[in-house]
């Protein structure tokens, strides 16, 4: 090799997909957390299987598409689902406002149906709040 001559590996980069937090937390605003606003979580007359059915086919598109290339960013994203979740319960059924109860529901329920939400095959923790 000559001076100012570089040797060039012949390895091939594929572009990855956008999935940066910005667009990660875009999806998040834009699908679950505006239909929270719009009622979808916050009306208390639905069902369990209702809400499943309406998460679960973007939900899993995403783990599909952006959990191959970047699943570690979709973590605080399924926590979020979970979180909705159990303000969701906590709302409809008035004596699992109690931590010691919900926590007993919530691990109850993922025990008697884990395949109840798709995201739960990755992440079945919540985060607390009041």
């Known amino acids: 090799m000559g001076q100012g001559q570089h040797q060039c590996r012949s390895t091939t980069v594929a572009p990855r997909p956008a999935g940066s937090q910005g667009a990660v937390s875009g999806r998040q605003s834009t ?67 109690g931590y010691t109860r919900f926590r007993a529901w919530w691990t109850g329920l993922v025990q008697r149906a884990p395949g109840l939400f798709k995201h739960w095959a990755w992440d079945r923790e919540f985060v607390w709040t009041r």
Do not use: C
């Open 31 to 97: 699908h679950v957390a505006s239909r929270s606003a719009n009622g979808v979580f916050t009306d208390a007359s639905d069902e369990l299987i209702e809400l499943a059915d309406w998460i679960n086919p973007i939900v899993s598109g995403w783990m599909t598409y952006y959990g191959r290339f970047y699943r570690s960013q979709l973590y605080p994203f399924l926590r979020r689902i979970n979180t909705y979740l159990m303000r969701w319960a906590r709302k409809k059924y008035k004596r699992l406002r």
